[in-house]
């Protein structure tokens, strides 16, 4: 979660508990984080439009701790439970196959034999 921070645009309060917020995000894809983020960006700005001091010069949009858990509550991971679990059973079964060897293919050289 900390490299996505690094894509912003905005500020981030100092106050922000990054623990929080990864529990509330577990599960997330990177995908989902990112949107999320995102979100915490344009409602910041959509914050700071909407406060009469807006038009002050200097002053800038910033993602605060209440925003970023705000946005965070109302996010739903992308991938669900189910689809987690079969993907990362194909994913063990490929890396269950690679530790095994693959049967070497006729006309395949790069193949691995499987040991006895």
């Known amino acids: 979660m900390l490299a996505l921070f690094e894509l912003l645009q905005l500020p981030l309060a100092r106050d922000i508990e990054l623990a929080a917020v990864a529990y509330m995000t577990e599960g997330f894809s990177g995908a989902d984080l990112q949107a ?34 705000s946005i965070a509550l109302k996010a739903k991971p992308s991938v669900s439970d189910a ?22 293919a006729k006309g395949q050289p790069w193949h691995k034999k499987p040991s006895p």
């Not at 987690?84 to 095994?100: N, P, V």
């Open 83 to 104: 689809e987690k679990q079969r993907l990362y059973g194909i994913y063990s079964q490929f890396l269950d196959s690679k530790s095994r060897g693959i049967p070497k």
């Open 36 to 69: 999320l983020l995102s979100d915490a960006q344009h409602a910041a700005v959509h914050e700071l439009l909407d406060n009469a001091d807006s038009y002050k010069p200097g002053i800038m949009p910033i993602i605060t701790d209440a925003l970023l858990k």
